[in-house]
């Protein structure tokens, strides 16, 4: 069984830095994306920041220039660093993968979920 484990949340005044860490460990044949979701109360779950394999990256247009995400293949994990930080980035932030356990089927993992609060 597939997990993702998160780490590195919490309270942070505006304009410091926080690093989000997930690992995933399980039966995993093969990663195809990892990234991170978040959602503030009252609001939709959305799309943060993906990391492919192969480094290839996307950002949501609200966080470009503020974060960034990487990843060790190695450890199958992915991190996001969070600078400049907004109350408005405030949310529980939840780590996605897109992931095989087979090679013929992949499904999404999501983890518990990390707060984060950015207050002003």
């Known amino acids: 069984q597939v997990q993702l484990v998160e780490s590195g949340g919490g309270l942070v005044r505006a304009g410091g830095s926080l690093r989000l860490s997930c690992a995933a460990s399980?039966?995993?044949?093969?990663?195809?994306?990892m990234g991170w979701y978040r959602q503030a109360p009252g609001k939709q779950r959305e799309l943060v920041a993906s990391?492919?394999?192969?480094?290839?990256?996307n950002y949501a247009d609200s966080i470009k220039g503020r974060f960034t995400i990487s990843r060790d293949n190695a450890k199958n994990t992915v991190y996001l660093q969070m600078d400049s930080l907004k109350p408005e980035d405030t949310a529980v932030y939840y780590c996605h993968g897109g992931l095989r356990e087979t090679p013929q089927n992949w499904r999404n993992y999501w983890g518990q979920g990390t707060q984060v609060t950015v207050s002003s």
């Open positions: 990391i492919t394999p192969g480094g290839n990256t």
């Open positions: 399980g039966s995993i044949f093969s990663i195809i994306l």
